[in-house]
């Protein structure tokens, strides 16, 4: 069981940039694939990006250039930075882990909410 929590979600303007953190209560942090995703009022959850141990993160082309992942694997924290954001980029953002390089992700985070707008 991995216990996920988001934060750093807010209100911005148009053009403007966010840092959103993921802390995960498990010792093996390191471990996991993890993975950022979102959700809009009334659109389905839409997958934002991904980052499998050792390997670079990979993107959704919506947010690819204006978004970036990373993680620090000694804090068992992941982040989620936010730059150029559009009033589109307003939902409720979740962060998602699993233990195997594919395949369903397992553990969810409860959300922060980006507002963005114009």
């Known amino acids: 069981q991995v216990h996920l929590v988001e934060s750093g979600g807010g209100s911005v303007q148009a053009g403007g940039s966010l840092r959103l953190s993921c802390a995960a209560a498990?010792?093996?942090?390191?471990?996991?694939?993890m993975a950022w995703f979102r959700q809009a009022p009334g659109k389905e959850r839409e997958w934002v990006g991904t980052v499998v141990p050792g390997r670079l993160a990979n993107y959704a082309d919506s947010v690819k250039g204006r978004f970036t992942i990373s993680r620090d694997n000694a804090k068992n924290t992941l982040y989620l930075q936010l730059n150029s954001l559009k009033p589109e980029d307003t939902a409720m953002y979740y962060c998602?882990?699993?233990?195997?390089?594919?395949?369903?992700?397992?553990?969810w985070g409860q959300g922060t909410q980006v507002t963005v707008s114009s």
């Open positions: 498990t010792y093996q942090f390191s471990s996991y694939s």
């Open positions: 998602a882990a699993r233990w195997s390089y594919t395949g369903q992700f397992q553990y």
